[in-house]
């Protein structure tokens, strides 16, 4: 949320999957390491990196209601 009060909530991402620790990541996190290579490595511009994925394993780590009760501002 504070990326997104700064105006750069497409720099940062979270891609959550269910599965165990060092075992390899998921489509989604495949996915997200790729847009993120190809738009601040290689710098395109056409690739979205605006995206939380969340397949609920994220939910059981963090209660967000109990920690987040405000909406993120828009600073200047």
């Given at each position: 949320?504070?990326?997104?009060?700064?105006?750069?909530?497409?720099?940062?991402?979270?891609?959550?999957?269910d599965h165990n620790h060092c075992s390899g990541a998921g489509s989604a996190e495949k996915e997200a390491y790729r847009a993120f290579i190809q738009k601040f490595l290689f710098g395109k511009t056409d690739v979205t990196t605006d995206y939380f994925s969340n397949d609920g394993s994220f939910n059981k780590l963090i209660d967000f209601t109990k920690?987040?009760?405000w909406t993120a501002p828009a600073l200047q």
């Open positions: 949320m504070v990326y997104e009060a700064l105006g750069f909530k497409e720099n940062i991402s979270i891609a959550m999957t920690w987040i009760d």
